[in-house]
């Protein structure tokens, strides 16, 4: 596959290399990114286990990382890409931080926020299933070995 | 009034001490404890202005710092007391941190989680309107003072 220039597919390989970092490291693989004008600002991967915080999901550490780059915690004209669909509380902070676009990967059927309705800024443009398979398909290997 | 010993009203005068403070910063003022065994493990205030930083709500700090002090990230041991009732993002939060009781003040009809179903822990016990006047007059102090 071919990624051209600035397209969702190359932002979102960037977050599946985060998201490898995390499997690297025993962490669930979830990573993300924040892109302002064509260009990344932040990268992050789950820790939650290496920080023991459940709040240290790849898109919360993305989003402050993002903010401190800025100096402002509002990120309406950025697009946060994640390999995997935001649960509820990764979904209330995009909505806090202004997000207006939002573009994930994998659904994920239990924890995502979407079973609960629409929690994303009012405003926000979602797109889903960029490079879903290849992000599913690393969850799914961690998960098997876990249970290994 | 007389407050008990180990009282919901003790620790909530505790969390409201913590929004006061937030309050005196010019932070949006809702504070929080996280109690774990009758002590207070984790206190904390409001600080999404200081820091640029949308996921700083009292209840995220609160919750990680209770996360480092135990070096555990599950706390379904303890009780989160909060001023005001959590948002989406936060009530995601304790739902993660298995929070088995989540103690709050004044109703928030506009930001709060309650508006969105049940989005905390299935087995989460909620008790709300514990001195949620005190907590109320000082948003509505606050919000009053912006606006002038």
Chains 1, 2 share one sequence.
């Not at 995009?94 to 939002?102: E, G, I, S």
């Not at 239990?110 to 299933?129: D, I, N, T």
């Amino acid at each position: 596959m071919t990624l051209s220039l600035y397209s969702d597919e190359q932002y979102m390989q960037e977050a599946l290399k985060q998201a490898r970092y995390a499997f690297e490291e025993e962490e669930i693989p979830i990573g993300a990114v924040v892109v302002l004008n064509k260009r990344i600002i932040a990268r992050a991967y789950n820790q939650t286990e290496k920080l023991q915080d459940v709040t240290a999901h790849a898109e919360m550490l993305a989003l402050t990382a993002a903010a401190n780059h800025l100096g402002n915690k509002y990120l309406q004209e950025c697009t946060l890409y994640v390999t995997v669909e935001p649960c509820v509380m990764c979904a209330g902070a995009t909505a806090w931080a202004q997000v207006r676009r939002v573009v994930y990967g994998a659904a994920e059927p239990k924890f995502g926020y979407r079973r609960h309705g629409q929690l994303l800024h009012p405003r926000a443009e979602v797109v889903s299933g960029i490079l879903a398979q290849e992000s599913e398909s690393l969850m799914r290997e961690f998960f098997a070995q876990k249970r290994k």
